[in-house]
């Protein structure tokens, strides 16, 4: 456990997936207790995994915040939630999409037959399928969180919604100090892609929270991997870069002739990424296929990509 600012503490738990480490931040709480902000993935121990780090702590845990429902942010909450019996609060809109995601509303055939429809070769979106479902074995999600909605108070931080890297993302904003979740990340950018139930147009959204990101006074940003991003707005402005660079290669990959999203990803990130890595390229060229259709640059034909 580290404090990485004035009553911010954070504790980083490995990660077995594409990036390998996530943080979770304690927040110092008015009443001397602590907010903890994401939980890390569910695990099969809890007691060995988080009895530790709250021994560590001064204060007892008084409420627990889910930025979003990724597994390595929700994953953990219902475990934690149990150790110290604090309350979870969750965006109303996240919540709803974890349930879709995670919830009684999952459903493999669909997942499935979603990736197939795009592209992805029948090995490959039963091998993702399959890493879906050992993913969903490590979400232990609370059930009927309390809702947040955008402006709400939460103990002197304001909830901001910054949509895009998931449709109902939510951060924390007090004195020129975000805790960010997956919005804004140092040295990489956060994975934007369409899924299945989703909001349509999530590098549009993602784009705008990038601009607002850039309105807000922020001093420091904390996320949710990597390092402290010392200058939000600037950081910002460099994975919007990134995005309109993509969206330009995106468009150089198609042609009159319709291409699957998955042939315009193997275009965008060549190379064997692995079956998570490929989902990830999938969902990420969909997003910015969707974009170029939206901004009138491309259209959809026979379940393909064109130039417009
Ligand atoms: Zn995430």
């Known amino acids: 456990m580290e404090e990485v600012a004035d009553g911010v503490l954070r504790v980083t738990f490995d990660l077995p997936l594409g990036i390998d480490h996530v943080h979770c931040y304690f927040l110092r709480a008015r009443s001397g207790g602590w907010t903890l902000v994401d939980t890390g993935l569910g695990v099969r121990d809890p007691e060995a995994a988080w009895r530790p780090v709250l021994a560590a702590l001064d204060a007892p845990v008084e409420r627990i915040v889910v930025t979003h429902m990724h597994p390595d942010h929700v994953g953990g909450a219902g475990d934690v939630a149990e150790l110290t019996g604090a309350p ?31 592209g992805l070769p029948a090995d490959q979106a039963s091998a993702v399928v399959r890493e879906s479902d050992a993913l969903a074995a490590a979400v232990h999600y609370a059930p009927d969180p309390d809702r947040l909605e955008p402006g709400d108070d939460v103990d002197g931080w304001r909830v901001v919604v910054l949509r895009g890297h998931a449709d109902g993302h939510i951060a924390l904003v007090r004195d020129g100090v975000l805790i960010a979740g997956d919005a804004i990340l140092a040295g990489i950018t956060p ?20 601009e607002r990101l850039e309105a807000l006074p922020l001093r420091v940003a904390f996320a949710g991997h990597r390092a402290r991003i010392a200058d939000p707005a600037a950081r910002a402005r460099e994975i919007r870069a990134h995005h309109a660079d993509r969206l330009e290669r995106a468009l150089a990959a198609l042609d009159d002739e319709p291409r699957s999203p998955y042939e315009v990803s193997l275009a965008l990130f060549p190379g064997d990424l692995g079956t998570a890595g490929r989902r990830f390229a999938l969902a990420e060229s969909l997003a910015h296929l969707e974009r170029l259709v939206l901004a009138g640059r491309a259209g959809r034909v026979d379940g393909g990509y064109v130039r417009a």
Do not use: F, K
């Open 88 to 118: 979870v609060l969750q965006g109303r809109e996240d919540y709803e999409q974890c349930l879709r995601a995670w919830g009684p509303g999952r459903s493999t055939e669909l997942l499935a037959a979603y990736w197939a429809r795009h």
């Open 191 to 210: 994975t934007i892609g369409l899924y299945p139930g989703g909001r349509p147009d999530p590098l549009g959204d993602y784009l705008e929270t990038l």
